[in-house]
């Protein structure tokens, strides 16, 4: 067990919907990341929150949106949802926005 | 996206033998990370690389940051069937005024007992 904890663990919904998917970070990590896994696929960086402010962007999709709460809680907001969008989502912590990340056990989102 | 490339890209071996794997990119990272995914898992992490040259071991698990800075590799001696998964390599680079985190495609790792 990591510490990192996603909610909830599986999710279906329609295409054109909006789904919202939680993260809370390991006690005292401050740094918070979110990553989309494909079927089959490597790990594509999406957004890096750290102490409530954005710090890094990857490939994120302007559909997509996140946000870090005050108490470091994290979640990631996808609209418009296409099919493409199925895949397995996977937030991360570290103490540092330069330290190794922990990774949380991932939120698998079906569009149908 | 961007990835490192990771080889090989799969590889069954049998229990008890040797493996080796690594991560090549055409950027400089300052930190190469290694990390293990079993099915509907998340990624956990296995070595964590600082400097250029650093040799780092963890059980039966060595990885080691390239002097280029552009390569990493991870040995896991003795294999055994629990072994079985899929092998990330993940790079930090410093771009457009922030870090950010590249993953390599995997290695699917099978070891036959």
């Known amino acids: 067990d990591s510490g990192v904890t996603q909610t909830p663990k599986h999710l279906i919904t329609a295409t054109g919907q909006r789904v919202t998917l939680r993260c809370s970070p390991r006690?005292?990590?401050?740094?918070v990341y979110w990553y989309q896994q494909s079927l089959d696929q490597g790990l594509q960086f999406l957004i890096q929150?750290?102490?409530?402010?954005?710090?890094a962007k990857g490939n994120i999709l302007e559909r997509f949106s996140a946000q870090q709460f005050p108490d470091l809680h994290s979640e990631l907001n996808l609209s418009s949802l296409e099919l493409g969008d199925s895949a397995l989502y996977f937030c991360?912590?570290?103490?540092?926005?330069?330290?190794?990340?922990?990774f949380g056990p991932g939120t698998r989102l079906t569009v149908l | 996206g961007q990835q490192l490339n990771q080889s090989p890209q799969s590889m069954f071996i049998q229990e008890g033998e040797d493996v080796s794997m690594n991560c090549t990119s055409s950027?400089?990272?300052?930190?190469w990370l290694w990390y293990k995914q079993d099915p509907g898992e998340g990624p956990v992490l296995l070595i964590a690389l600082y400097k250029a040259g650093e040799l780092t071991s963890n059980g039966r698990l060595t990885a080691q940051f390239g002097i280029t800075r552009k390569d990493s590799f991870l040995n896991i001696s003795a294999s055994i069937p629990s072994d079985v998964g899929i092998y990330f390599c993940a790079g930090q680079e410093w771009t457009s005024g922030t870090y950010k985190y590249i993953f390599g495609t995997g290695t699917r790792l099978k070891v036959l007992a």
């Open positions: 929150y750290y102490n409530g402010e954005e710090r």
């Open positions: 991360a912590s570290s103490v540092a926005g330069v330290n190794e990340q922990f």
């Open positions: 950027s400089i990272f300052n930190t």
């Open positions: 006690s005292g990590d401050l740094s």
